[in-house]
């Protein structure tokens, strides 16, 4: 690809829609639902032409079944959605968790709850991304704030995915999904692929969910000669069911241990103006956007303000709210709902800071305005 082919103008769907096919992803399987739909759409054009898969399910419980299903084959698999959709996804959601299969889902979050603004934003679903499947369970969810970054994140997500053997999210909001921005889309030597482990012992030895050596066990494809059980039993190292307790203890240890072992490796955010702040704001997705603009606004005034991103939503990335917090006066947090990762924040701080928070659930992003009068009307300044 020439130099000036590689400048195109997509909206964020569209340039996620690109960094799953530049990382490998070769199957979708989906529900079409507003405001995610364009992923699909751009997907049923694009993969039939490198010889993927595109097909589209009866609904959302469906589709997340067949991205499981083509991933066990060794594909790497995506489905798209937005509120409800999301919902239907979560018993499913479940069943990759405890069987370990990589898959990637984008939530392209709208207004909610129920059917809720199908056409604008929010950023409310934090809080179902990381408890929405029932029981103890491991997630990665990652979120972009601008079009060339939901493009970077997608790509990530699969890695992740791949690395860690989890399904991923990329929690992306309707105003970055929908929205247009020139991307330079990288050559393909220029992109990290990571994929995952294959076993090396013969079949007859392959025990697909032993944990006794190693948290991240190696993944054989159906078809490759490796014939497993996979159920959403607890089960044991042969895949087949168990309700042996201490197994089973050790398992959902096991789970959550080979996340969280890896914080330093998942956990990436992005700070600005940090380093002599005496107010921090926490926002992501478009609401970073906004409070960048209100953070350069005040500094201007002479107030040291300063931004702290989230990009990767779980693991939260606590360690450093904590030393942020034991720093600066007071946190402020902007978010479209009314106040979810604020309280993440607030476990994170542990007392140290006073926390405040921006919230609206109207389908409207918070402005730069909002951010700015909350930093001004307070104590703060």
């Known amino acids: 690809m020439k130099k000036d082919e590689r400048l195109k103008l997509l909206q964020g769907n569209e340039a996620s829609a690109e960094g799953a096919l530049a990382v490998g992803c070769r199957f979708f399987g989906g529900y079409p639902i507003t405001p995610s739909s364009e992923i699909a759409e751009y997907l049923a054009i694009k993969l039939p032409e490198i010889g993927g898969s595109f097909i589209q399910m009866e609904d959302e419980i469906a589709s997340m079944g067949a991205v499981i299903g083509a991933s066990l084959t060794g594909v790497k698999s995506l489905t798209a959605t937005s509120g409800p959709g999301f919902s239907l996804k979560q018993e499913n959601l479940g069943y990759a968790c405890l069987c370990e299969i990589p898959c990637v889902v984008v939530n392209v979050m709208r207004g909610g709850p129920s059917t809720g603004l199908p056409t604008s934003p929010s950023q409310s679903d934090i809080m179902q991304a990381r408890w929405g499947t029932h029981g103890d369970h491991p997630i990665i969810a990652l979120s972009p704030a601008s079009v060339a970054e939901a493009f970077d994140v997608t790509v990530r997500a699969f890695n992740l995915s791949e690395k860690y053997r989890t399904p991923a999210l990329v929690l992306m909001d309707e105003v970055i999904g929908h929205m247009r921005e020139p991307i330079h889309l990288p050559l393909p030597e220029e992109i990290e692929i990571i994929d995952r482990v294959k076993p090396t012992c013969p079949p007859e030895e392959y025990f697909p969910y032993d944990h006794t050596e190693n948290d991240i066990n190696p993944m054989a494809s159906f078809g490759e000669g490796y014939r497993y059980h996979v159920t959403g ?31 330093a490796d998942i956990i990436e955010y992005q700070e600005l103006y940090l380093d002599n702040a005496d107010i921090a704001i926490v926002a992501f997705g478009a609401v970073a956007r906004s409070a960048r603009s209100a953070i350069m606004r005040l500094r201007e005034e002479g107030h040291n303000v300063g931004l702290f991103r989230p990009i990767t939503i779980w693991p939260f990335p606590s360690e450093r709210i904590e030393e942020l917090a034991g720093r600066v006066k007071s946190i402020i947090v902007a978010e479209m709902n009314l106040g979810q990762m604020v309280l993440e924040v607030e476990r994170a701080a542990k007392g140290k800071v006073e926390i405040e928070g921006v919230f609206l659930a109207s389908g409207e992003l918070i402005t730069p305005d909002a951010i700015y009068n909350k930093v001004r009307e307070g104590a703060y300044v």
């Open 233 to 263: 039993l607890n089960h044991d190292r042969t895949g087949f069911p168990t309700s042996e307790p201490t197994w089973v203890q050790e398992d959902e240890e096991r789970l959550l241990r080979k996340i969280e072992n890896n914080r």
